[in-house]
C-alpha cells in the first residue's frame, strides 16, 4: 500500500535550489540528491509535475536599459536550461520524463499540451514544465499554480531555500514568527512573499493547496508527500 498522502503533486523549485551554495549556475551534486528524492517519490506511485524557475541564469532585473518583456523572455529561456538539466539528472536514474514548454522550441522539447501532459503522468512519466505561461509579466510562481489547476494536481509543493513561511525574514528578523498552518487570505493581507498574489490568488481560488517547505534537505520532499508534519500549509 502507498504511504503517499497525494497521488498527483506539482513541485515547484526555484532556480536557486539548483545552484546550491555557488548561487549561480547548476550545481550537479545538489540537482542528483534533488532528483534521488523524487525518485523515492516516483516508487510511491505518486504522479509528479515539476515547474521550475530560472533565478540561478537570469533574476529578471530590469532597467532603462532594457525592457520588461526582453527580460522576462531572457527568464523563460533560463528555466529550460534548468528544465534540460532536471530532465538529464532523472533519467540517468531510469526514470522517465517529458520536458513541455509554453513556448515552442520543439528540437529540445514538446510543446505545452494539458492532454499530452495529463496522459504522461497517467504512463508514469515525470512531466516538466518550462518557459513559465510563455507571457510576461507572470512568474513561475503563477505558472506552477496555473499549471497545477489545469492538471487537477492534489497539492503544489513548494521548495524554498527557506524552510516554513515566516511573519517576516528569519535570516534579518530574529522575532520572525513560523507559521505552521495559513490561510490564502493571510498571506495576502500580510503581504507574506510565499508565492505571488496572482499566483496566491489562482490557487485560492481554484482550492489548491501549498505546502511550503526547505529544500536544503531534498528527503524533504519525501516526507512532505508522506504528509510528515513540515514547513507550513497554506490553504483555506
Not at 535550489?17 to 528524492?37: P, Q, R, S
Not at 496522459?119 to 507572470?138: A, D, M, Q, W
Amino acid at each position: 500500500m502507498s504511504e503517499a498522502k497525494y497521488k498527483r503533486i506539482l513541485l515547484k523549485l526555484s532556480g536557486e535550489a539548483l545552484a546550491g551554495d555557488k548561487k549561480t549556475g547548476i550545481d550537479a551534486e545538489v540537482i542528483g540528491n534533488i532528483c534521488d528524492a523524487i525518485e523515492k517519490v516516483r516508487e510511491l506511485g505518486v504522479e509528479i509535475a515539476i515547474v521550475v524557475g530560472g533565478g540561478n541564469f537570469w533574476r529578471g532585473k530590469y532597467g532603462p536599459q532594457m525592457e520588461r518583456t526582453t527580460a522576462d523572455y531572457m527568464g523563460m529561456l533560463a528555466t529550460v536550461m534548468n528544465g534540460l538539466a532536471l530532465q538529464d539528472a532523472l533519467e540517468a536514474r531510469g526514470m522517465y520524463t517529458r520536458l513541455q514548454t509554453a513556448i515552442e522550441m520543439r528540437q529540445i522539447a514538446e510543446p505545452y499540451i494539458k492532454r499530452k501532459a495529463i496522459k504522461h503522468l497517467e504512463k508514469g512519466r515525470i512531466v516538466i514544465f518550462s518557459c513559465g505561461t510563455g507571457n510576461p509579466y507572470f512568474t513561475t510562481d503563477t505558472t506552477a499554480a496555473l499549471r497545477a489547476a489545469e492538471i487537477e494536481a492534489d497539492v503544489i509543493l513548494v521548495a524554498k531555500t527557506i524552510d516554513a513561511v515566516y511573519s517576516a525574514d528569519p535570516k534579518i528578523d530574529k522575532n520572525a514568527v513560523r507559521y505552521d498552518k495559513i490561510t490564502y487570505l493571510d498571506i495576502l493581507n500580510k503581504d507574506l512573499k510565499v508565492m505571488d498574489s496572482t499566483a496566491t490568488s489562482l490557487c485560492m481560488d481554484n482550492k489548491i493547496p501549498l505546502l511550503v517547505f526547505g529544500i536544503n534537505e531534498p528527503e524533504n520532499i519525501v516526507k512532505a508527500v508522506k504528509g510528515e508534519k513540515i514547513g507550513t500549509l497554506v490553504e483555506g
